[in-house]
């Protein structure tokens, strides 16, 4: 497994009500590839945020990202694109 820490540009980051549908979507639409997100706020952005994860299947996770499903998930949520990203070495 390797720890991943995403930065992306976001329209609106998920209230604290929201994050267990949040959850509940990443769980199904990315959930063989990774783990269940925590998204860090940037106290100096409100349109910028670290997404931290566990991932299994770095490959599957960017094939996801990319199909119809995938790109509708994120953006439900506020995700407008993926700035940045540092992998744990492992």
Do not use: W
């Amino acid at each position: 497994m390797t720890l991943m820490v995403s930065i992306a540009r976001m329209s609106e980051i998920p209230s604290v009500a929201e994050m267990p549908d949040f959850h509940e979507a990443h769980a199904k639409v990315f959930g063989a590839c990774s783990g269940l997100p925590k998204i860090l706020r940037d106290p100096n952005d409100p349109n910028q945020a670290a997404v931290v994860a566990d991932v299994h299947d770095l490959d599957a996770m960017r094939a996801i990202s990319r199909t119809p499903e995938g790109d509708a998930m994120m953006r439900k949520f506020g995700f407008l694109e993926q700035l940045s990203y540092f992998l744990e070495d492992a």
